[in-house]
């Protein structure tokens, strides 16, 4: 019985849908699977799935699941999509091939540092606090094109721009924000939608959903 094919080809099917009625090339939206939490024998079926893009919150956890995994699939690529503490950087950098949560000046600044150091230079993506939600992490949309500036002058490529929507609220037009601000800023790489809400990210724009549950099962 493999649930993760199952679940993996109604997944696939909407991520088409989504991306054929937005009227953009439904390869152009890349699943990210969400693994945080998930023991190896699940990433190693998603990877029987054909899977090779992932997820992780926590760098100790991805750390711990996730070298190995990288030794036997050379196309797999890691993204970090919790928050990144600075004392973590070093072992971070060396991880993961994507970055997603860089939400801070202390962040980028240690990322520049450690990107010189180790000579890998994982993809970037901003944090933006598009609800402007105190209690989470982000860059506030206003601020993002000058964070943008700061992070360019200490070396760092930017690629694009992810988002976690406020809970119980409708996300479109968090989402719709984010496009804009991307475009704006001409960034390409667009990362919003989990699993609740990842055809409604497509249809605002999104270039990578981020996608746990709908997958994998409950955590
Ligand atoms: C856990 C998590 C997801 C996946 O959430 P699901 O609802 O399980 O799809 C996506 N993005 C971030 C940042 C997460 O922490």
């Not at 799935?49 to 070298?67: C, D, S």
């Not at 993204?79 to 997603?100: C, M, R, S, W, Y």
């Not at 944090?127 to 993002?144: M, R, S, Y």
Request: charged letters at 20%; a neutral charge.
């Amino acid at each position: 019985m493999d649930t993760i094919s199952t679940s993996l080809a109604a997944i696939q099917q909407k991520i088409m849908k989504a991306a054929l009625q937005a009227s953009c090339v439904p390869d152009s939206v890349t699943l990210v699977s969400v693994s945080k939490t998930q023991p190896l024998e699940a990433i190693e079926a998603a990877l029987a799935a054909g899977l090779r893009v992932f997820g992780e919150n926590r760098v100790q956890e991805a750390a711990t699941k996730f070298p190995a995994l990288k030794a036997l699939y050379p196309d797999l690529t890691l993204h970090l999509i919790g928050p990144l503490q600075t004392n973590k950087v070093a072992e971070a950098v060396g991880l993961f091939d994507v970055i997603e949560t860089l939400d801070r000046l202390k962040l980028a600044q240690a990322l520049a540092k450690e990107i010189k150091k180790q000579g890998r230079a994982p993809r970037l993506l901003i944090e933006v606090n598009v609800g402007e939600e105190p209690q989470k992490a982000g860059i506030p949309p206003k601020d993002v094109a000058g964070f943008l500036a700061t992070c360019q002058d200490l070396g760092l490529k930017i690629d694009g721009l992810m988002a976690l929507p406020p809970k119980a609220q409708d996300p479109a037009p968090f989402f719709a924000c984010l496009k804009t601000l991307a475009d704006s800023l001409g960034l390409t790489h667009i990362s919003m939608g989990m699993s609740a809400d990842f055809e409604q990210a497509i249809a605002h724009g999104a270039t990578h959903v981020r996608i746990g549950t709908a997958l994998f099962g409950q955590r």
